[in-house]
């Protein structure tokens, strides 16, 4: 027999069920957090603990392109010139950097807020473009996410206009290098203006006017469709083919490994 509840009965009831419903609902939403806060700090500790070195297979040296550019260039952006010498002479092709036709992708998803994925910007991936990117032997995809807060949904609005001129990767790397303290408000406008003006041949108007096309939101809601809750996250797997994670909690040797794995 099933049991039926009327609408009036039903108002007897539902207060008591609502807050015990909200209770829960609250209490994983802190656990939640407090689980993603515990993540990156423990990514933090231990990616200042190897000091930017990348060990093992490929014997990596870090190299802090931020930290190295002591003068800043005109309009005062920290990286320009650091940069431009990480991205040059690379194909880049909407959100991908080196050849198309690489046989293994990497894919590294980003929060442009975020204080870890400012530290595997200057310190891990110059020398992953290095030794796998510039070899043709792995393409990589920077998908920008956001979940820190609105300045992350601002700036990742704002570079996916960006992603329809191909300059993604030299945007992404400069604005790590002139990050801000999260959730300030410091992603203004003005602020954005001042980082793309400082990208070679990027039409700043027009990714302000583009951020809020139809291509611009594809891009948005693509990488919010993944469910990225933890920045920096790496995928990697054969071109065009499925992904599988790359669990970094230990460090980005990890990548080095999973690199070394795809490309053998």
């Known amino acids: 027999m099933f049991a039926y509840i009327t609408c009036s009965a039903m108002a007897d009831q539902p207060s008591k069920r609502a807050e015990r419903d909200a209770a829960r ?3 994983v939403a802190a656990e939640q957090a407090d689980a993603s806060r515990a993540a990156r700090l423990r990514r933090m500790q231990i ?3 190897v000091a930017g070195l990348v060990v093992a297979a490929i014997a990596v040296i ?3 392109t931020g930290g190295a ?8 952006v920290a990286g320009v010139a650091a ?4 991205l040059r002479g690379l194909q880049v092709n909407g959100d991908t950097l080196g050849d198309p036709k690489a046989p293994v992708t990497l894919v590294e998803y980003v929060d442009l807020q975020c204080p870890i994925c400012k530290a595997y910007s200057q310190q891990v991936m110059p020398t992953i473009v290095d030794e796998y990117v510039r070899t043709g ?20 609005r704002f570079a996916s206009g960006v992603q329809q001129q191909n300059e993604l990767p030299f945007f992404t790397h400069l604005f790590f290098e002139n990050q801000g303290e999260e959730n300030t408000g410091y992603v203004t406008d003005a602020f954005l203006r001042k980082i793309a003006t400082a990208v070679p041949g990027l ?13 611009a939101a594809k891009v948005v809601q693509a990488a919010d469709a993944v469910g990225i809750n933890s920045t920096p996250t790496f995928k990697i ?14 460090g980005p040797q990890a990548i080095v490994d999973a690199l070394n794995a795809a490309t053998k």
């Open 25 to 27: 609902d609250a209490r």
């Open 47 to 49: 990616l200042g603990a």
């Open 62 to 64: 870090a190299i802090a």
């Open 69 to 76: 550019d002591s003068k800043k260039p005109p309009g005062d």
């Open 83 to 86: 940069t431009n010498t990480f």
């Open 137 to 156: 032997k792995v393409r990589l995809q920077t998908k920008v996410v956001s979940i820190l807060g609105d300045d992350s949904t601002k700036a990742q």
């Open 203 to 215: 039409d700043v108007d027009k990714v302000f006017a583009d951020q809020s096309g139809p291509a």
């Open 237 to 250: 797997g054969t071109s065009g083919g499925a992904l599988r994670d790359i669990n970094i909690d230990d």
